[in-house]
Every structure is written in structure tokens, then in C-alpha cells.
């Protein structure tokens, strides 16, 4: 087994504008106007779509049956024994065309309960490029308490502007990261291109729908009442001490961990810098290139299911070269992975067994 480069794989007719800071980033992609996500590594299609969204492999299969004829060998026995047969992980590439409606992705109880889905959607980000401008904008959580009648009226009037004035504003810039907790209201500034992490659905409450052509008030609350909907948001005060636990910004040489602890039990993700080799342990896992270029290495075994079932991939069948906006997934079999050169990248993985 070993890892495989994905191209681009992304959806048509998202309900919002963006795609080209993808293109840019990875120099192939999209041209359509409304293809704003890359999703990569995917077992998850969008919501109401059964197919749309799976990552394809080289020998024609998506990601999802090549996991499931292999659990094993594509997840370590750990992980098939703790969590099932699943990545538990979906990694994604934004880009913002324009500022992307403020909206909320409900935890896990509201999405068994509510929606009957097996989970919610935590997520977070890590800060690719914020386009022409140094900086960008990001809202995350309410600055103070909101009551609950009040977030009811806003939504029923549309007040887009008076939503985001009582939210936290947040300035980013390339090399910072931010973290979403599920029920924690967010929308993302125009120009911004990210890494996204997030557990495995596609999920999202919609509290600003008007002006985007492609969403109705039912479909921005998936089907359900407001009353119903409108309790999945964390109407608490996300606070000054709060706020800076969600954001941070990576170290400019060696290995720094993204995101804060409590996003563990979700994903795990490192930002490597890597100025000669580095090593990456066995484990299901997706490498996105984020600057310069290099090589990657791997020693197979470590797995159930070895002799090429991943589907292929690699020219010499252990040394891929490469470089800035290329994305690999990496079976548990094919063990430990080198990296070596100049270049930065993440490493994303699901929660450790």
C-alpha cells in the first residue's frame, strides 16, 4: 500500500461563490464560479446527494469502497476496532469568492437526535492566503450573550449586518489557524483560501440566507422548525479568553501542533516545516504541500492488505516527489512516511485509537 496524490474534487453549484484561490493554490482545479470546496481524502458526499463529494482513486474506485474492502489496511486495526470501518476524517480546501454566510454546524447530540445523522461537524481551519490584502476577516461566536428571541428575530428579518455586529471579529493571515466548535456560529471574509478540517459530514444550520440565490429559508434550516433549529447556536459569550483559545498561528520552523487539545478528540493535525527530512509515523492520514517541494518516502507493511490494494499511485512504488498545493492520501499500510527537501505541509489524521 501506499499513498496516493488526489486531484482536485471539486462539487458544483455550492451555494456560494469561490474556487479560484483553489486553482491558484494548487495550479489545476475548477473554473466554475460556484466550486468554493475541495474535498479531499472524501468518504462524505454533500448533504443530499448520495455520490457527490467521494474522492476517486487511480484504479477507479472511490476512497469510501476502497476503505471498506480493506478496513485494516487502509485504517490500522486500532483504529477499525475503536471507531469502525470510517476515516472519521474529511479534509477539505476553501476558497472564499465572497464573504461566506454566517452559519452553524450542529454537535453531535443535536445531529442524532434532530437530524438523525450519526454525528455533527466541529471543525477547524488553517489560513493558506487572504488573496490581495495581508489580512483577512473572520467572525467566530457571539461577543456577548445573545437571548434567544433575539438571534429568532434577526433570522426572521434577514439582519445579516446586526448578526455579525454581535459577533467576534477576528483578523487572520496566512500561517494562522482557527477553531470551530460544533454550535458555534462563523462566517469567513471574501478572498481567504484554507485547509479545513472537519469531522466527516456536511451538515450546516444557515442563519443568513437572503441574497444567496441558491438557498430558501427550509433548506438553510434543513427542514426543521426555527424553534428547533435556532437551538443548536451557542448563544453565549465567546469572550476575549475564549477567542484566543480558538485562533492561533503556527511556529516558523519545525513541527508545531494545530489546533487547540480539545480538537483531539475530532482530528489531529501538525503543521511540518521541513529544511532536509522528516518523519511522519504509520497511520491513516492526508498530506496537503503547502510551500516549496521534495520527496516522499514510504517502507510499506504496517497493515492488513498490502501488495497495491490502495490503487496505486506512486511512479517507483516508494518515492513520489512533491510539491506546493498537491494532496495525498496515506494508508496505515504503507507505514511510516520520509519527507524530504524544502517545504512546508499538514498532516491531518482522525481522532488516535
Do not use: C
Not at 13 to 40: H, K, M, N, W
Amino acid at each position: 500500500m501506499q499513498p496516493i496524490r488526489l486531484g482536485p474534487n471539486q462539487p458544483a453549484a455550492r451555494p456560494y461563490l469561490g474556487g479560484a484561490g483553489i486553482r491558484a493554490f494548487r495550479g489545476e482545479g475548477s473554473t466554475a464560479p460556484d466550486s468554493p470546496e475541495d474535498f479531499v481524502a472524501s468518504t462524505t458526499t454533500v448533504f443530499g446527494d448520495d455520490h457527490v463529494g467521494l474522492s476517486m482513486l487511480p484504479d477507479g474506485r472511490t476512497l469510501r469502497e476502497a476503505v471498506a474492502s480493506d478496513p485494516e489496511g487502509w485504517l490500522g486495526a486500532a483504529h477499525v476496532s475503536r471507531f469502525g470501518a470510517e476515516t472519521g476524517l474529511l479534509v477539505k480546501l476553501l476558497h472564499t469568492g465572497q464573504r461566506l454566510f454566517n452559519h452553524v454546524h450542529p454537535d453531535d447530540a443535536f445531529a442524532q437526535t434532530r437530524l438523525g445523522a450519526p454525528r455533527g461537524k466541529t471543525e477547524a481551519w488553517f489560513i493558506v492566503d487572504t488573496g490581495e490584502a495581508p489580512t483577512a476577516t473572520v467572525w467566530l461566536g457571539f461577543a456577548h450573550e445573545v437571548a434567544a428571541a433575539q438571534l429568532r428575530d434577526w433570522f426572521e428579518r434577514q439582519d445579516a449586518a446586526a448578526m455579525l455586529a454581535a459577533m467576534t471579529e477576528l483578523t487572520v493571515r496566512a500561517g494562522d489557524w482557527v477553531y470551530v466548535p460544533a454550535g458555534t456560529p462563523h462566517a469567513i471574509g471574501p478572498g481567504i483560501t484554507l485547509v479545513e478540517l472537519q469531522q466527516p459530514t456536511d451538515l450546516s444550520l444557515i442563519l443568513e440566507y437572503a441574497g444567496f440565490p441558491a438557498l430558501d429559508r427550509a433548506g438553510a434550516l434543513l427542514g426543521l422548525s426555527p424553534e428547533v433549529a435556532l437551538a443548536a447556536v451557542d448563544t453565549a459569550p465567546l469572550g476575549p479568553e475564549n477567542a484566543a483559545q480558538l485562533h492561533g498561528r503556527v511556529a516558523d520552523a519545525g513541527r508545531s501542533t494545530l489546533f487547540p487539545p480539545a480538537a483531539q478528540r475530532f482530528f489531529r493535525a501538525e503543521h511540518l516545516v521541513v529544511e532536509g527530512a522528516a518523519e511522519i509515523p504509520a497511520g491513516f492520514g492526508v498530506v496537503v504541500v503547502l510551500e516549496g517541494a521534495g520527496r516522499l518516502r514510504w517502507g510499506g507493511g504496517g497493515g492488513a492488505g498490502g501488495g497495491g490494494s490502495a490503487g496505486g499511485g506512486g511512479a517507483d512504488g516508494a518515492d513520489l516527489a512533491i510539491s506546493r498545493g498537491e494532496t495525498f492520501v496515506v494508508p496505515h499500510g504503507a507505514g511510516a512516511l520520509e519527507i524530504a527537501g524544502q517545504l512546508r505541509l499538514i498532516h491531518a489524521a482522525p481522532p488516535a485509537a
